[in-house]
Nanobody, 126 residues
């Protein structure tokens, strides 16, 4: 129900845009997030967008200013634009959706998300 795509191999300093398209309506259609997991590391929060309680975005400190999360209402798709990519950004990127809108303090916690896409690999070479 969540399809993520857009990953690939890019040189440091380059850009990629990930897409997360939802189908069905078994989850809250008011927020989406991106997480990532590098080899041998735990999954970590990247960005969140909420359009159910106004319109808000949140970013991990490591990507703020370089990544932008956005939504295309007509396509029911959430994007993650990644600029100035660094080798440290290499990971499998997952999109996720909660069952219901999350309070701001919970958006960075992966266990609060019930639905996950299959992941898309992003590799940044130095």
């Amino acid at each position: 129900q969540l399809q993520a795509c857009g990953g690939g191999l890019v040189q440091a300093g380059g850009s990629l845009r990930l897409s997360c398209t939802a189908s069905g309506r078994t989850f809250s259609d008011s927020a989406r997030a991106w997480f990532r997991q590098a080899a041998g590391k735990e999954r970590e929060f990247v960005a969140h967008i909420n359009w159910g309680w106004g319109s808000t975005t949140n970013y991990a400190d490591s990507v703020r200013g370089r990544f932008t999360i956005s939504r295309d209402n007509a396509k029911n798709t959430v994007y993650l634009r990644m600029n100035s990519l660094e080798p440290e950004d290499t990971a499998v990127y997952y999109c996720a959706a909660p069952n219901s809108p999350l309070p701001p303090v919970a958006v960075t916690t992966d266990t609060r998300y019930a639905y996950w896409g299959q992941g898309t690999q992003v590799t940044v070479s130095s």
